[in-house]
């Protein structure tokens, strides 16, 4: 067995001792959004969902051509796409909970942590989901068959790809969210559901970010390089994910023709990369982010694409 010469990153503590201060964390701040929102108070008309610069199709000459109102729509179908990704998500991660709970020591911090994020979780996708149907859009999620091939994330990914591609979609959704939260311009219902969200969420990215550490440290450079291999390939299919093409007919643009806008669209790239940019970060630091999966995380706007080389000028 060759040995393993990832290096953990710097700072990082192992997973067990996470958990123990997750646990007294989450004992003293959780919040149960049926009751610690107001999902009575009435929708401002006037608010967006989301700032107009984090739409898909923001500097696109689709998007000029849509009135003000319409773009107010569009925003609040990409919001609610987003949630509706992140429910689809957040279900796969409890599975995965759930089994690394059925194979650990029910007494153990990590394994009594476990079962506590599987609760926020439960708590976060009932949130998402309301505010959707507050919002009065359609439940999203991933397209169909990302959604059927998806029931095979728990066989493909285990330890430190498990836990890198939750932190992809966790810390992707997390930067978007944190932005909003305090802009007055946002409709406060969802700078609400933001700020509950980013509130628990940072202890799963500490929780998942001790994970990959330590799993990529005990392991071998084959298991090394699946790993990283699934980790970009399942982050592709998240970030795919985070707009359904549904969300153009909303105001009256063909989905092909939106998606297809959208991908094309530099200003979309560059904001998934900046949202992608912490996490990224983490992960190239633990040694996830080379080998064949790299051109999948620029395909997913993860990473910056590479610049073209220009021909030689003619002499
Ligand atoms: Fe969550
Ligand atoms: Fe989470």
Redesign the pocket.
Known sequence: MSTPTTTRPAASRTSADVSARLLRSAAKKSYDPAVDIDWDAPLDPQKTWTPAHRVSLYGTELWDALDEDQRRELAKHEACSVAGAGVWF?TL?MQRLLKDFYDDDPTSDRAQWALT?VA??CR?SQMFARMTQVAGVPSYGPVPWVRAMSKLYSLVTWGPSAYATILVA?EVLDRLQREQADDPDVQPLMRQVNKIHIME?AR?VSFARAEVADGMAARSRPARAYHRFATAFVSFFIVRSLIHPGVYSSVGIDPKRGRKAALANPHYQEMIRWAGEKIVGFLDEAGMVKGPGKPLLRRAFLLPRRARRRAPLAR
Do not use: K, T, W
Request: net charge negative.
């Open positions: 957040e991660l994020e926020d979780e976060h966790e969420e799963h």
